[in-house]
């Protein structure tokens, strides 16, 4: 699948259990690993972004899920509603 600029990207359907275990890099650290960087439920009903470029965190969906990301300082995260753009203010797109 290609996301942002056409990069590729491989999906994968795991569980949380396997999210934080499957691979090493990225930028948010988990004692038991690193997440993906993007992950999100079978149903869409949100998505947390954190790609490997990015010194943020984006996340989308219901406000416990944003203010539980949000709680994690090593996240650096920054809530995106469905009509904005991802990149934060000041940055600009190539």
């Given at each position: 699948?290609?996301l942002?600029?056409?990069?590729?990207y491989?999906l994968?359907?795991?569980?949380?259990?396997?999210?934080?275990?499957?691979?090493?890099?990225?930028?948010i650290r988990h004692?038991?690993?690193?997440l993906p960087d993007?992950?999100f439920?079978a149903?869409?009903?949100?998505l947390?972004?954190?790609?490997?470029?990015?010194t943020?965190?984006?996340?989308g969906?219901?406000?416990?899920?944003?203010?539980?990301?949000?709680?994690d300082?090593v996240?650096?995260?920054?809530r995106v509603?469905?009509?904005?753009?991802?990149?934060?203010?000041g940055?600009t797109?190539?």
């Amino acid at each position: 699948m290609s996301l942002y600029w056409n990069w590729p990207y491989v999906l994968i359907k795991a569980g949380p259990e396997q999210a934080l275990t499957w691979r090493t890099g990225g930028h948010i650290r988990h004692a038991r690993g690193s997440l993906p960087d993007l992950f999100f439920p079978a149903d869409r009903s949100w998505l947390v972004s954190a790609l490997w470029d990015d010194t943020w965190t984006c996340v989308g969906g219901p406000e416990q899920l944003i203010h539980t990301v949000q709680r994690d300082p090593v996240t650096n995260t920054r809530r995106v509603r469905p009509d904005e753009d991802a990149l934060p203010p000041g940055l600009t797109r190539e």
